[in-house]
């Protein structure tokens, strides 16, 4: 029994190991003026990543670009296209979120012993998997980043700046409850665009809602499966030790498709950020409050006890 529990033991640090945001010390409090500085450092970390990605691709205008690109735009309709703003905020968390998403994906990749090459393959492939997964199922090519490349330079650059600065951070910062903190929330509102984004290009096709759903699910999340497959790890949106993330992102972009079925003359600004904000309070509900799903287990006494550990 002494071996078993070692064993339960073992895997559950491999576990603990692989989780994102990295787990937190809770016995320290939150200081303020530390989460002030990791902010700060974090954002400012992935928009330098953003402006180096800009100037690898000198011949692409990202101003202009925010205009042309759809996967960053709101519904293409006359009201809409007038408020320049809106699809240039959105633009600049779809590019912040895909660096995130590099970010998470390179530390798994990491976790499980690959090399430099091994990581950025991970991180790409969490960065910008979803969106062109999405795009290849609704038959909408060329995929956004043959035509914006600076997405795909955007993930390498965070990819190989995490692999090598990543490790270099002392325990204190990566572990604290200020890092988990900002992880949480700025993976929130990532979150939150990437459904939004992926809710209107089914509509912009011309798919009903359901595929609306599908399609905001395949792009929010799908780069996050791909990860853990390419890590031979348990999918982390599947498993009953993940509090709620894909059904909030299902809520979100239900809210999204039923303003733009119900309230089409509602403000962009609406129409767009307040599907964003659902997504965004529903996910810190479910983590400060470890609400998750049911699992099959509680329903079958003989199904097991399910788990997340490491394979």
Known sequence: SRDADGADDARGGARRQNEWPPPADETKPLALERLALVAACYCGACCVAMAFAHGVVPSLDLASAVMRDTIGAPPDAPALTLRATVPGA????????????????TITAGSRGMDLMGCALVGCVTAVGGGTTRQILLGDAPVFWATTPE??????IASIA????????????KHSRE??????????????????VGANAALTLGFGALVGVVSALVTSCLGGVL??????????????EQELYGTCVCFGSALFLA?????PDADVAVRVFLPVAAVALSRALAWSRDIKLPTY????PFAGVPSRRVL
């Open 90 to 105: 959105l633009k600049f968390m779809n590019m912040f979120g895909t660096a995130m998403y590099a970010h998470a994906g």
């Open 151 to 156: 997405y795909v330079a955007l993930a390498v």
């Open 162 to 173: 995490t692999f090598y600065l990543w490790p270099r951070l002392p325990d204190e910062i």
């Open 179 to 196: 890092m988990r903190l900002v992880l949480n929330v700025t993976d929130a509102i990532a979150l939150g665009c990437f459904v939004v």
């Open 227 to 240: 990860r853990d497959v390419c890590c031979s790890q348990p999918i982390r949106i599947m498993h009953a």
């Open 259 to 263: 303003l733009a079925k119900f309230c």
């Open 297 to 300: 287990a509680d329903r079958d």
